[in-house]
């Protein structure tokens, strides 16, 4: 388990990269107001429009307080009110070649990751309609070797359901396979795979989810 030193998420980002992506670029969530941003992510390169990349991704839990680092990927809209928006998915997106990762390369670099850290990951999708007003899927599965087992099942719209159905990676790729396309033309889905980390804080106590804010 990861264990670094922090007063603050942000404090911890910066020393994420320190330690283990020194070449990377950060940039908050909540660009706005930074300080109080609950996910960051590092890039390969500086680029605003964040989306299209594969990424790590450091963000606290709403609920607990505690960090979590991993590698997200997102899809993007395929339609929108605005053709020239960003949130359009593109060909030079990450998640193209994502796809095929999870039917290959994909378990096996979870595998060595879970050795590594000496605790299984998790995977976190989350899916919705790009409103302010609209509810999001939640899902979440442990990963146990080739095994997923299932943590939590927020439905919003059905949209995931059959994916969550899912008992193992072959199971995993053919459905959000599936997903893609016509079946998700309004829907953004971002893929997080990732650990919990153990910080230490450098002050009398602990940062926690009400101290460091989402936007």
Not at 91 to 119: I, N, S
Not at 144 to 159: H, R, S
Not at 180 to 192: E, L, M, Q
Request: hydrophobic share 40%.
């Amino acid at each position: 388990m990861l264990n670094l030193a922090a007063t603050d998420l942000k404090s911890f980002v910066s020393r994420f990269k320190a330690d283990y992506f020194r070449t990377m670029k950060v940039l908050p969530y909540n660009r706005f107001d930074a300080a109080r941003s609950q996910l960051w992510w590092l890039l390969p390169a500086d680029d605003k429009v964040a989306f299209r990349w594969g990424k790590a991704a450091l963000w606290q839990d709403d609920e607990t307080g505690e960090v979590r680092c991993g590698f997200h990927v997102e899809k993007g809209v395929l339609a929108d009110a605005d053709p020239k928006s960003t949130k359009i998915m593109q060909p030079d997106w990450f998640w193209h070649r994502f796809l095929d990762l999870v039917e290959t390369d994909l378990p096996d670099v979870v595998a060595y990751a879970a050795m590594a850290l000496g605790q299984n990951l998790e995977l976190d999708i989350g899916c919705g309609i790009l409103s302010p007003d609209a509810d999001w899927t939640r899902l979440e599965f442990t990963i146990d070797g080739p095994t997923l087992t299932q943590m939590k099942y927020e439905p919003a719209d059905g949209i995931l359901n059959d994916l969550a159905e899912s008992e193992n990676f072959t199971d995993f790729s053919r459905t959000l396979q599936s997903l893609d396309g016509a079946p998700t033309v309004w829907h953004w889905i971002g893929v997080t795979i990732g650990a919990r980390c153990k910080h230490r804080s450098e002050s009398a106590a602990p940062f926690a989810g009400r101290n460091v804010q989402r936007s």
